[in-house]
């Protein structure tokens, strides 16, 4: 039996007129007063939880309202630093995204039968110290809406991309490999060369060295030698120099790893420096002994430390990492006591050195997956990483998940595990499918990986080349719910749809659910244009249909089998 999902005639014309709007930046603290009475409201909110990014809730407000402080010093963790409330009666919203990446407050009242929604900095007060496509930091962008969450959602998105994002060229963004779940830490010279020959032959075109390229020992932990930024001769007893000159004769980029902010209390920067320390008081901020930026040396220090490796190595790509919270209760500080506000004036400046001495270096923002990830990093760095947790269904509900809040050109996951049989709710092709919802990579034993593995990678990735383009200028229209990451028992589908020339693609996930056929009304179409449709092998004829006939009366999907997705094109006619 087919299942359908529909909107509204109302919703329709709305999602078409909003094609153009963007966001507005506004300072903090932002107050909006908006009609009704508050449990007249719902809201959306996203998990910022480490291994569980981008997991999305509904609820209804209650009437006391509702309130949450980020205190951990990461300004996605546990919730991400975004919210959408909408009236259940009208229809009517605002979505909020917060540019600051330290702690926040997110406040839903009632007020004589009507309803604030307010969001400041914790402390509040702290004043913007810098500004980035007229938005400013501390800051945030703000959009209303009607009717659909994605309404709000797209305004903000394509703020950040014409506003924030840079032009990173046509083959933005690339496949890359990256060595980290391969061996972890535990890599040499050898394992790098096979890896490096199996990805180029599939076809990627960027070779990431993660953590463990560093410190001393063959037995070195990647996390203990931080601070140590010299390449590890145990390991790599001929320096990178030799896997470098390996990576570009194969016609990929150099990427490498680093997690600058922080060093081991054994390292050599923190034994000579231990007033570098980023404390609040007498107390240390983390146990993975965080520098305090805010300090003009340390930033000095870390300039030095990036000039060199992107100098020495004429590397194309860094994934800076950061890995630890930052606890700061900062009800009765002040911008002049805040320890976190100044650190991170410290980053902004690094960030930007970085970006004006090496203006084609990409930036990847991580923190222990996306616990960093704001409007704030996004305007300095150039792609960020989703999640540390690359199970195939929780991929798949994350990358559906972080496109409400990010462009998906900048939303970077890697298929690590490819599913080997067709029962599973992700079969093998829809493993490497899921990541192709943003900027598509590949981690793992790929020395290992099967012929017939590497064969659907290779034709996954030729996919990605074909589509990146769509991929980079599309509104995404999410047209299901978010699958369960626990069972995965429904199928999920999102449109992305470019505005202007109406190219469009349609994702497709079987998501294990009972029925193996659906009827999906496609939002994000022009109904007085007609489109043709390119069906993947299994799915049928290719066909014409009308716009209008998609928006009112949808388009039937059969999968082959259960954990089937597919990738149709679609181009007007």
């Not at 003009?296 to 000039?307: C, E, M, N």
Request: hydrophobic fraction near 40%; aromatic fraction near 10%; charge should be negative.
């Amino acid at each position: 039996m087919d299942k359908s999902f529909h909107e509204t005639a109302s919703q329709q014309a709305n999602a078409s007129t909003e094609a153009a709007r963007l966001a507005e930046p506004v300072t903090l603290p932002f107050e909006k007063e908006l009609h009704g009475s508050v449990v007249d409201y719902e809201m959306l909110t996203f998990s910022g939880d480490a291994m569980r990014e981008y997991l999305l809730k509904t609820r209804r407000i209650p009437a006391t309202g509702f309130r949450f402080v980020q205190k951990k010093g990461r300004s996605a963790t546990t919730l991400k630093p975004w919210v959408a409330v909408r009236n259940t009666k009208t229809g009517q919203g605002i979505a909020v995204l917060i540019a600051y990446s330290g702690n926040w407050v997110i406040e839903i009242k009632p007020l004589n039968g009507r309803t604030v929604l307010r969001v400041e900095t914790f402390p509040s007060g702290l004043k913007p110290f810098a500004e980035f496509g007229g938005m400013p930091i501390p800051g945030a962008l703000v959009a209303t809406f009607a009717d659909h969450w994605d309404d709000g959602s797209q305004a903000i998105v394509r703020f950040i991309r014409s506003k924030l994002l840079r032009d990173m060229g046509p083959d933005w963004p690339p496949v890359q490999y990256n060595t980290w779940y391969d061996a972890y830490e535990k890599i040499n010279d050898k394992q790098l060369f096979d890896a490096a020959r199996v990805a180029a032959g599939i076809g990627c075109e960027q070779f990431t060295i993660d953590a463990g390229w560093y410190g001393a020992g063959a037995k070195a932990d990647w996390s203990g030698e931080l601070g140590n930024w010299e390449v590890n001769l145990q390991r790599f007893p001929c320096g990178l120099e030799p896997i470098a000159k390996e990576v570009r004769r194969l016609g990929m980029k150099l990427g490498l790893w680093i997690e600058i902010e922080c060093a081991s209390p054994n390292s050599q920067v923190v034994m000579e420096h231990p007033e570098w320390i980023l404390k609040h008081g007498d107390r240390q901020l983390s146990d993975r002994t965080a520098l305090d930026f805010k300090n003009p040396d340390v930033v000095a220090w870390a300039k030095s430390v990036i000039d060199h490796l992107v100098t020495t190595y004429a590397l194309d790509y860094i994934k800076m990492d950061f890995n630890t919270d930052l606890p700061v209760d900062g009800e009765r500080l002040t911008p002049e006591t805040d320890p976190l506000y100044r650190h991170y004036r410290g980053l902004v400046e690094l960030l930007k050195h970085i970006r004006t001495s090496y203006p084609k270096l990409i930036v990847e923002n991580c923190s222990s997956g996306s616990l960093r990830q704001d409007a704030m990093t996004v305007a300095l760095t150039d792609t960020h990483w989703v999640s540390d947790n690359v199970d195939n269904p929780v991929n798949l509900a994350m990358n559906h998940g972080a496109t409400y809040l990010f462009p998906p050109e900048i939303c970077s996951h890697w298929t690590v595990s490819p599913t080997a049989h067709s029962e599973s709710p992700i079969d093998r092709e829809t493993s490497f499918t899921a990541n192709l919802l943003g900027h598509f990579g590949l981690s793992g034993k790929i020395c290992e990986w099967d012929a017939q593995t590497l064969k659907v990678a290779a034709e996954r990735i030729t996919l990605f080349k074909k589509i990146r383009e769509r991929i980079r200028n599309a509104d995404v229209f999410h047209l299901t719910p978010q699958i369960n990451v626990l069972e995965p028992c429904s199928m999920q589908a999102a449109l992305y749809a470019n505005p202007q020339s109406s190219e469009a693609l349609l994702f497709v996930f079987h998501g294990g659910d009972p029925s193996l056929g659906h009827t999906l009304v496609l939002r994000g179409v022009n109904p007085d244009r007609s489109y043709h449709l390119s069906m993947p092998e299994g799915y049928g004829a290719d066909q014409v249909v009308a716009g209008e006939e998609l928006l009112e009366k949808g388009l039937t999907i059969r999968f082959p089998h259960k954990g089937a997705s597919a990738v149709i094109i679609i181009d007007p006619q």
